[in-house]
């Protein structure tokens, strides 16, 4: 993946690295819920779905997987809080035990909108896994159970987060350069 390691900056966590963590957590996440045979993970697209298609492979349970997609108004690089519902999910979860994988936790707006939106819902339980949580000031305030790295509060690009569509498919996750984006 040659093509466009040149807008990286640096490195943050390799295929391998992000190979060992998340089977990790998935090993936690089966333990956690050992007990539970009717368990829905969402993703929230786009940027969570790699994460959520290699933690599931790690999740030894049997599960639901479904997606949602949102669009937060905003100015381009910061949610704004002000979110809207473009896909919902396809299965009830109501009385059902939820867990919602998120790439990154920024503003935490996004996800804070989402966790109401889906309490309201009134599933048995709701869980947090994410993968990245951005070292940013004033970021809401959510418990989140299970998080994979805790990452600068810089431009982040790969494994399935992008900067203008692009650098989603890079197998790793870095710093994107700031000449490329300013
Ligand atoms: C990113 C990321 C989170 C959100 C985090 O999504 O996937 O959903 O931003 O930011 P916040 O904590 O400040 O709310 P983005 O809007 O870039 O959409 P994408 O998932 O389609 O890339």
């Keep these: ?19 060992k963590r998340i089977a990790e957590m998935g090993a ?11 368990l829905v993970v969402v993703s929230v697209l786009r940027g969570a779905a790699i994460f959520m298609g290699d933690l599931v492979r790690h999740i030894d349970r049997p599960l639901e ?9 905003g100015n381009g690089t910061k ?4 979110v809207r519902i473009q896909k919902d999910l396809s299965s009830t979860i109501k009385d059902r ?5 998120e790439d990154i936790l920024d503003s935490g707006l996004t996800l804070q909108y989402l966790i109401r939106n889906l309490q309201s819902r009134e599933p048995a339980s709701i869980d947090i896994a994410l993968l990245l949580r951005k070292n940013t000031p004033e970021q809401a305030n959510l418990k989140c159970r299970y998080i994979g790295f805790e990452v600068p509060d810089e431009f982040i690009v790969g494994y399935g987060m992008d900067y203008a569509e692009k650098y ?4 790793y996750i870095g710093v ?7």
Excluded: W
């Design 176 to 182: 994107l350069k700031r000449e490329v984006y300013e």
């Design 97 to 101: 035990h939820v867990i919602v994988c």
């Design 79 to 82: 949610s704004s809080g002000v």
């Design 28 to 38: 936690q996440i089966t333990e956690d819920y050992k007990d539970c045979d009717d």
């Design 168 to 171: 989603r498919n890079l197998p």
């Design 65 to 73: 997987m479904d997606y949602m997609a949102i669009s937060s108004y």
């Design 1 to 19: 993946m040659q093509a466009m390691r040149e807008d990286i900056d640096r490195v943050l966590f390799t295929q391998e690295d992000l190979e």
